[in-house]
């Protein structure tokens, strides 16, 4: 398992490397929000361990383009902040998993090993008709380039109607998906 320690506190991401490490779990550190997205797109990380409060680029931004952009790798966030409304606004980001500090190493390591074993997220195709665009894997729709703001509801059905349009496009004959309006003949052959 490889893992990135995105950690401002000097102190605290050795220890968590040597901590890993001890565990024989690869570590590598980050001091900050853009040391962290530099070493993600270059790097393929099982887990991502991530504080929030972070210098540079904000703990909530690399998670968010950590689902965007990398949805194999998974995040653990490892923050003070603790209140409900923390916790529920970083699963929102798309986290994986939430630690508060302080913890136990073996909790940490107990959580990677159980996020490690989960299959890789299997991105959902994005789904285009005219101009129109959902992307169900970011729950995001899109009209002309412009985004469209869906209740769940909403959402659900406009893409259950997609789908359901594009296996009926899929079912139809190719020359009526041409626009044809009658099969072209075969030519004749001499006999």
């Not at 929000?33 to 972070?54: P, S």
């Not at 959580?111 to 959902?134: F, I, K, S, W, Y």
Request: net charge positive.
């Amino acid at each position: 398992m490889r893992v990135l320690v995105v950690e401002d506190e000097v102190f605290m991401a050795e220890a968590l490397q040597a901590g890993l490490r001890h565990e024989a779990i690869a570590a590598d550190v980050a001091l900050d929000g853009d040391a962290a997205l530099e070493r993600i797109g270059v790097n393929d990380y099982d887990v991502v361990v991530l504080d929030r409060d972070l210098p540079g680029t904000h703990g909530d931004q690399v998670c968010a383009v950590i689902a965007r952009d990398h949805p194999g790798t998974r995040v653990l966030m490892l923050t003070a902040a603790a209140r409900l409304r923390d916790k529920v606004d970083g699963f929102a980001l798309g986290a994986d998993d939430y630690l508060t500090k302080p913890f136990a190493v073996e909790e940490l390591v107990m959580r990677l090993r159980a996020l490690a074993r989960r299959p890789a997220a299997t991105v959902q195709p994005v789904l285009e008709r005219g101009d129109l665009r959902l992307d169900p894997y970011r729950r995001e729709a899109h009209r002309s380039g412009r985004y469209l703001r869906l209740p769940r509801k909403q959402f659900a059905v406009l893409e259950l109607l997609m789908r359901a349009d594009g296996e009926r496009s899929a079912r139809r004959p190719s020359w009526r998906r041409s626009g044809t309006s009658t099969p072209t003949p075969s030519p004749a052959r001499p006999g």
